[in-house]
């Protein structure tokens, strides 16, 4: 190297030097810049993105996310330019996307970094992203793309990934609504909360409400009592909840005893799939608190011997969950009610009738004895009309803190110049039951004058066309019976001990009870029948009786055209007939919800005798007009019959026709076009022939039911 050579080299490092701030020492260069993301002031995570929740926006509504830029090097970040890319959910979306571009800035922009001096640039670009709710609530997804000049060529295309949240609306139920305890005479009212802790609106489709007697719903201005059958009610719009939010339905109760009740409503949403059977909220009203129970109720003397008394102890039960406080027990005063029936304290606790100042606390499960005495002064007279005494009549009064302040006992009695016995009949299923009921009559509480029980003897009036006996004899002391057709049932019962019984003219203490058979099914439709040949239509066995068929159709029903007016007769399609065959299957004329009570049921189908049949139907549809008929199987040699037909709505009778009673006969294979039911009006109109008169087809076999074994159908 020449030594010019080395003179330069020496001259130009040293000026390279200078230019850099000296020749004392190294300097460490700028680093190069480096972009950071934060979104409305949050750090971003590129593993999981921006999530956006559409039930924090009204449909149709917008929010802006703002995305901010900035740079953690030391020379300035150029942002080169920002785009939007977004795919659209459906074709069926609207022509504004649900992720756009706000405002920007000009391009290219430069970000500093927050630790310079020399730059002129701002230290944070901001970029604003809308999104528009769209009222399908689809799941949507963006991609902010920022292009850039970041140290690390990754970044240099950094993308900000946005994602909306499916729709997630979530049906919540309170616990038990508990009114506690209600009074006699009071009205309470509770509110229901539906709340909807999901991301988007919830909507309320139908609900289902039942219960005990004395509750109503109220929906919207609608009231709702409860019925002997469900209520279902589907909205003609969804009742919309919107997100992170609640509505309030009421329930009020008015109770009709002091008898502990409950209700269940259950609330199908539309769009929670969580809840696809519907959520159930529990009603409850006096199922806590004291309770009052007096056993027996009412007090029966019956005939007692004149000028002696006679004392009954009259068990008095704590049957709630809190302590029964009893303030007073007396015998109530009045026009009609006799002096001869007295009370003995000595039995309870204390020996004292309790008073406001020293009350009588029974704790739950806990009872006490008052005596309740008879000393008829007279033999009663007797009722030209009934022939039965004219009973001396009480009342025993208990004032207490339960549901009935001043609960109430009846006692009765007459005086008779001998002692007799006194039947005492109990019905265990109560004093009204529906059809197909099996109700338990037990005798075995009566009371001898003296010794025991030595004879039971029952009679029964009950409606024509249910002929059932009491099982297993009548002269059982407890017995059982079938009642199988709508009406009024009275039982009687009489008993003798070692003196007396209970019919004799000088007792005529003759026990009756009745129990009344209704309906409690919104359709509920009865056959019976008479075949005057058959000495017994209601023995047992095969080929012991004629076979007559309910049907019952659904609008939707059809088959061939078997009555020769042109049109599909529906009787026998196997999904919309309710009749023997389809009886065992389940039918499905409704909703797809199995907790809706909405298909057909046949009861009862009676094949050697003169019925009942009997089909129901709990909720039937709006707008459907049902129809009614009844088929002559097989008449197993015994001839013509003559059918009736009853139809309810809600337990009263909107439709009766007997045959029978107009002297029209059917044979075995004819087709007795009935009645259709029109609904929700219960609108029932009998099928008239063309000739008037009721529409009965002759010969009337479809294809696929043929008859084995009887006798021929054609012409």
């Known amino acids: 190297m020449k030594m010019h050579d080395r003179e330069f080299w020496t001259a130009f490092v040293a000026a390279v030097l200078v230019a850099c701030g000296g020749s004392g020492g190294k300097q460490k260069p700028l680093e190069a810049p480096d972009l950071t993301i934060q979104v409305d002031n949050q750090p971003y995570s590129p593993a999981n993105g921006v999530r956006v929740d559409p039930g924090s926006i009204a449909a149709g509504g917008t ?157 919207e201005g609608q009231e709702y009592p409860t019925k002997e059958t469900d209520t279902f009610v589907t909205f003609p719009q969804p009742v919309s909840i919107p997100s992170n939010s609640q509505i309030s339905w009421t329930v009020r109760y008015e109770p009709p005893s002091g008898a502990p009740a409950r209700a269940s409503l259950t609330v199908y949403p539309q769009n929670d799939p969580n809840a696809v059977g519907g959520r159930t909220i529990e009603v409850l009203a006096n199922t806590t608190g004291p309770c009052i129970e007096v056993v027996p109720s009412p007090v029966e003397f019956g005939g007692k011997l004149i000028q002696s008394t006679t004392s009954i102890a009259a068990r008095i039960n704590s049957c709630g969950t809190a302590d029964l406080v009893i303030s007073d027990i007396f015998l109530k005063q009045g026009e009609g009610l006799s002096p001869d029936f007295g009370l003995d304290y000595t039995q309870l606790p204390g020996g004292a009738r309790p008073t406001a100042d020293a009350p009588l606390t029974l704790p739950p499960g806990e009872f006490a004895t008052v005596g309740v005495q008879f000393t008829p002064d007279v033999q009663n007279p007797v009722d030209p009309v009934t022939g039965q005494p004219v009973l001396d009549r009480g009342v025993l009064v208990i004032a207490n803190n339960s549901f009935v302040p001043e609960f109430e006992a009846d006692i009765s009695g007459h005086g008779v110049p001998v002692e007799c016995p006194q039947p005492v009949i109990l019905v265990e299923e109560g004093e009204e039951v529906p059809p197909q009921t099996t109700l338990h009559l037990y005798g075995d509480q009566s009371v001898p004058s003296t010794g025991v029980i030595s004879k039971y003897q029952w009679s029964l009036d009950q409606p024509a066309d249910n002929k059932f006996n009491l099982l297993p004899s009548m002269s059982e002391k407890n017995v059982t019976h079938e009642v199988n057709v709508a009406g009024t049932y009275t039982y009687c019962l009489d008993v003798c001990d070692s003196l007396y019984c209970s019919n004799d003219l000088k007792c005529k203490t003759t026990a009756c009870r009745k129990v009344v058979v209704i309906p409690n099914e919104a359709i509920h439709c009865e056959l019976t029948w008479k075949t005057p040949a058959d000495p017994n239509a209601y023995d047992d066995g095969p080929d012991a009786g004629s076979d007559m068929d309910l049907h019952f159709l659904h609008p939707y029903a059809t088959g061939p055209d078997l009555d020769g007016d042109g049109a599909p007769d529906g009787w026998f399609d196997l999904s919309y007939d309710c009749f023997w065959y389809t009886s065992t299957s389940v039918l499905d004329w409704g909703t797809l919800n199995p907790n809706i009570s909405d298909n057909p049921r046949l009861d009862r189908d009676d094949t050697d005798g003169a019925g009942p049949e009997n089909i129901n139907l709990d909720v039937p549809e709006d707008g459907r007009v049902y129809k009614v008929g009844v088929h002559y199987w097989d008449d197993h040699g015994f001839g013509a019959s003559y059918p009736q037909v009853k139809c309810f709505c809600w337990g009263k009778e909107a439709f009766k026709k007997d045959l029978y009673a107009d002297g029209i006969k059917m044979f075995t294979c004819d087709l007795w076009e009935v009645a259709t039911i029109s609904w929700p009006d219960c609108r029932v109109t009998a099928i008239q022939a063309a000739e008037g008169g009721p529409k009965i087809v002759h010969h009337y076999q479809n294809p696929a039911f043929v008859q084995i074994g009887s006798q021929d159908c054609g012409q």
Do not use: M
């Open 63 to 219: 929010r802006t996310f703002v995305v901010q830029v900035f740079n953690q090097g030391e020379r300035d970040l150029e942002v080169q330019s920002v785009t939007l890319e977004y795919t659209p959910a459906s074709p069926a979306e609207g022509t504004e996307p649900a992720f756009r571009l706000g405002p920007l800035p000009a391009l290219p922009a430069y970000v500093a970094s927050s630790n310079a001096t020399d730059s002129t640039a701002s230290t944070v670009l901001e970029i604003p992203v809308v999104f528009q709710r769209y009222e399908d609530d689809l799941p949507r997804s963006a991609a902010l793309v920022i292009r850039n000049n970041d140290k690390d060529l990754a970044d240099q295309t950094f993308r900000v990934r946005f994602q909306s949240e499916s729709c997630n609306p979530h049906l919540g139920v309170p616990p038990p609504v508990d009114f506690e305890q209600v009074q006699v005479n009071q009205v309470e009212e509770l509110p229901v909360d539906l709340k909807n802790t999901g991301s988007c609106a919830l909507l309320i489709e139908a609900f289902l409400w039942s219960g005990d007697p004395g509750f109503t719903l109220v929906v």
